[in-house]
C-alpha cells in the first residue's frame, strides 16, 4: 500500500537524482521553496501532510521525469518502487459496453496498462482525459487514477457511471437516499442530480497526473 512516507521518499530521491535539494527543487517547481520541508510533513497536531497531486504534476514538469521514473523511487529500495501495473483506458472509450462489472471494476480487453504505486485497492485503473469538459483541473492527456475500494466524502473527485452507460466525473456535493449532487469540475458546466436509482456505481479519483 502507498503510504505517506513512500511519497515524500521519491520526492526526495527525485530532487537528488537531478541535483537538487527539496528547496531547490520546489523553487524550481515554481513553488513556495519550504513546501518540501521535513518540518511541513506533519501539521502541528500530529497529522500527516500529503503532497498535493498539483505539487507532484509541477515537480515531474520541472524536472522532465515521467510518473514511472517517480514511481522508481517509491520504496526503501535504492532504486525499484513499489508499482505494479493497472489498467488505463481513455474516458471516451469508458463509456462501450463491456468495459466495467457490475461492481464498477475494470474488464475486458479494451484496456491498456501503465505503471503506478500499488493502492492496496486490485481493482484500481486509470482514465485519460480528452477535451478540454474538465478543465481547469484536468486537461487533455491529463490522467486520473480511480480507486473503486476507497470511501467517499462529501467534496471528494469521483467517477460515476450511470443507468444510460455515461461515464463522467465531478465533485460530490451532496448524497442521500434517493439522490447524488455532483458539482460540474468545470465551471461553464452545470452541476447535476442523479437519481440514486439512475446511478451503477461512482468511484473515487485518487491521484490525477498531469
Known sequence: MLTHSDIWRAIDRLAREYG?????????????????????????DGRLRWPSTESISKILTATGAGLEEFVSYVGDGGGGGISRTIPLIGFAQAAMAGCFDDAGHPVGAAWDEIAFPALGDPHAYALEISGDGMEPVYRDGDTVIVSPWANIRRGDRVVIRTGSGAVTAGVLRRRSVRRIDVGSINPRHEDRTLPVDDVQWMARIVWATQ
Request: aromatic share 8%; charged share 30%.
Open 20 to 44: 537538487f535539494s527539496a528547496s531547490g527543487l520546489a523553487r524550481r517547481s515554481g513553488l513556495d521553496p519550504t513546501t518540501f520541508n521535513k518540518s511541513k510533513r506533519t501539521m502541528r
